[in-house]
């Protein structure tokens, strides 16, 4: 498990010693910070081939822990975490692994950014402390939180985090729309996420960007503020980490792209990993809505083991990218658009909470998802807010069917993280024969009763849901011929791609 440290004051994470100079190059040292003062002191010794960059060059620490990189007047150098090491983290458990150099700071926008950082330190030090890491370990993954205001805040703290706390996970990640452009509320958001206990790392989003700059490149000033540097890599055990941004802003909108010097920084960073470990890429966008996203292809392609995962779009799918989609490798490559925390931007009708049900457009529940990953595998489970953990389908079926007409209805099984490799299978009772359910890319009858309801209010006590869209995850089958009058049980099972069976029930009545 992870070792909790809190840094004693908050601001930049470095001790920064030494004079002021204008150069060039940056230098510094990764130490073993043995007191945890945060402070590169006489007796600490440095550490050898640690990772470093400046968000384009990679470089590996000497044998006494230095390093030096090329220094432009608006970027980040930040320590890549190796396995087996932590960084410290803030009061709001951020970790603290960079330091960002801007001398003239950021410009004048509504939300504000870094201060004039000045000329470059004589050296920029690195704490690190030695951190026990299992080859199998929990990670929690948030998609868009997205909180408007207070009030969300406070849904997002009732709804998941609350049963987070304790977690067994060693650290989280939310990829991105940490708000909904209000960037006034990211500190109490990071106090509220702090509770969970674990450290928590964060991608940008469309919805955390400056929307007053001018261009992508002054986008991310209030982000790098509070977080740091707008893509970065750690490690964890066997696994290594690489958030991307690929949010572009051109002054009056966004699209999906990543960008020359941010696939110069993976390119630089790719032969400092070994092939047979996995590398888990993590972003806002859906990497098939990434226009550059081929560049990246030809990069990552030839390795055996890599993974992505995104936000974005308020609803959940598993997509295998193939040659269609423009990838070479020899086994496709598995992108996961993350179930959202906000859900369907919470809307929906209040529950006896007050928070809204918030049901996704594709007919799942709004929730996480929890990724155990051991050696170069990982297994993805969807974790719906505030229900149990096997709480992973809902099937939906008529109230009541004539045994002459019971052929003509169908059962619809939605299976919130089921993807083309799920197999799904129902049986009538406990002795009749299992039937197969297609998956089928419909919209989820569940969610269109919802939609009709919400049309036959007068007024709503919430946000109205999003139009319906047609599901990743939903499959279906005929009712059998000649059921036999009375109360029946529809007994629905789901086999995932890991092999792991979930069972759900319906109760039906034949007349």
């Not at 030809?298 to 423009?326: C, N, V």
Request: glycine content about 8%; overall charge negative; some cysteine.
């Amino acid at each position: 498990m992870i070792k909790r440290w809190v840094l004693p004051t908050l601001g930049l994470l470095l001790a920064v010693h030494g004079t002021l100079h204008a150069a060039d190059q940056a230098t510094g040292k990764v130490f073993q910070d043995a007191n945890r003062n945060g402070k590169l002191d006489a007796d600490e010794d440095g550490i050898q081939g640690v990772l470093v960059s400046n968000q384009r060059e990679v470089t590996k620490t000497d044998s006494d822990g230095n390093w030096a990189l090329p220094a432009r007047d608006d970027c980040n150098f930040f320590v890549v975490k190796p396995s087996g090491w932590m960084t410290p983290v803030n009061d709001k458990q951020l970790p603290q692994f960079y330091y960002t150099h801007k001398p003239d700071g950021s410009p004048d926008l509504k939300y504000k950014g870094v201060k004039p950082t000045g000329p470059l330190p004589e050296s920029i030090n690195f704490p690190l402390y030695r951190n026990r890491e299992s080859g199998e370990f929990e990670a929690i993954f948030f998609a868009d939180p997205q909180a408007r205001d207070q009030k969300e805040l406070d849904y997002i703290a009732h709804d998941v985090v609350e049963e987070l706390i304790g977690t067994d996970a060693e650290f989280g990640v939310t990829l991105g729309d940490i708000m909904f452009d209000d960037l006034s509320l990211f500190s109490n958001h990071n106090k509220l996420i702090a509770l969970i206990g674990v450290p928590w790392y964060n991608v940008i989003g469309n919805h955390d960007i400056n929307y007053d700059s001018e261009g992508d490149p002054k986008s991310d000033e209030t982000f790098e503020r509070v977080y740091g540097p707008n893509y970065y890599a750690y490690s964890y055990g066997p696994v290594n980490f690489v958030v991307l941004d690929n949010v572009r802003w051109d002054g009056s909108n966004y699209h999906g792209g990543l960008g020359d010097r941010q696939l110069a920084f993976v390119e630089n960073l790719l032969p400092h990993i070994p092939e047979d470990e996995l590398i888990m890429f993590m972003m806002h966008i859906p990497l098939p809505e990434t226009e550059d996203r081929k560049a990246l292809f030809r990069l990552i392609e030839d390795r055996p083991y890599t993974m992505s995962i995104s936000g974005h779009r308020h609803w959940q799918a598993h997509f295998f990218l193939d040659k269609d989609d423009g990838w070479r490798g020899d086994r496709p490559h598995h992108h996961v658009v993350n179930v959202t925390v906000s859900g369907s931007w919470w809307s929906g009708e209040p529950d006896a909470m007050g928070i809204p049900h918030t049901r996704m457009a594709d007919g799942a529940p709004n929730g996480y998802s929890i990724i155990t990953f051991d050696g170069h595998k990982a297994t993805v489970d969807f974790k719906a807010a505030r229900r149990p953990k096997d709480y992973q389908m809902h099937i939906h079926a008529p109230e009541v069917v004539s045994t002459e007409t019971s052929a003509n209805h169908q059962v619809y099984a939605n299976v919130f993280g089921g993807s083309k490799r799920t197999e799904v299978n129902m049986r009538i009772g406990n002795s009749g024969e299992w039937i197969e359910l297609k998956k089928v890319r419909e919209p989820d009858p569940y969610f269109l009763e919802l939609k009709q309801r919400e049309a036959k209010q007068p007024e709503l006590a919430g946000r109205k849901l999003p139009s319906p869209m047609r599901s990743h995850h939903l499959w279906k089958a005929d009712l059998p011929s000649g059921l036999e009058p009375g109360i029946h049980r529809i007994w629905v099972r789901s086999e995932d791609m890991y092999g792991r069976v979930f069972n759900a029930n319906r109760v039906i009545r034949v007349k």
